[in-house]
């Protein structure tokens, strides 16, 4: 074999070997791509699971609020939390709530009450309620996704929770009660 025909094997081995890493990097870079979007399209499906498919409202009776001579202000559909669990969870993850829904957290005994808003997409009106079913305080439009403390100050058996704005809109105030039926 000559000289001019060993460079030029040299050369296409070369060239042969440049092909092959390179195809084998275009290879490696696809298959890593491929592994990035796979990984978001299932985070993004398992999130859109969790907070469409498992939170949502489920009447469990109603509720109504009555004003200081006992006349009805207005009723509406309620979601009972009594476990620690649902007390924990409460609105969380929720993105809306209509204006005739509401949760009602059931507590043990009665006690000073704080309530926060991690996780909670809607505002809120917190409606705090002594053992005899009397409104010790409320809390109106509280500030969604924050940490911030909304407290009861006097003791509370029964927190209930409804839309922002609800209270106002309704006339509900301190010293009203409340009623509801499982």
Request: net charge positive.
């Amino acid at each position: 074999m000559s000289q001019k025909q060993i460079k030029k094997n040299r050369k296409n081995q070369s060239e042969s070997n440049k092909t092959t890493k390179s195809k084998k990097n275009i290879y490696i870079a696809t298959a890593i791509g491929i592994a990035i979007i796979l990984f978001f399209v299932i985070r993004g499906l398992m999130k859109t699971n969790i907070t469409e498919n498992e939170y949502i409202f489920k009447k469990e009776g109603t509720i109504s609020f009555l004003s200081t001579e006992g006349k009805e202000i207005k009723t509406i559909d309620m979601e009972v939390a009594d476990t620690e669990y649902d007390t924990q969870l409460g609105l969380m993850f929720r993105k809306s709530m209509k204006e005739t829904e509401s949760m009602l957290f059931i507590f043990p005994n009665e006690e000073p009450r704080s309530f926060w808003m991690r996780n909670t997409y809607i505002p809120l009106d917190m409606i705090f309620v002594s053992g005899e079913k009397k409104i010790v305080m409320i809390q109106k439009n509280t500030k969604t996704l924050s940490d911030q403390s909304y407290p009861s100050i006097l003791p509370a058996k029964y927190v209930v929770e409804v839309v922002g704005g609800f209270t106002t809109k309704y006339g509900i105030k301190e010293g009203d009660s409340i009623d509801f039926k499982r």
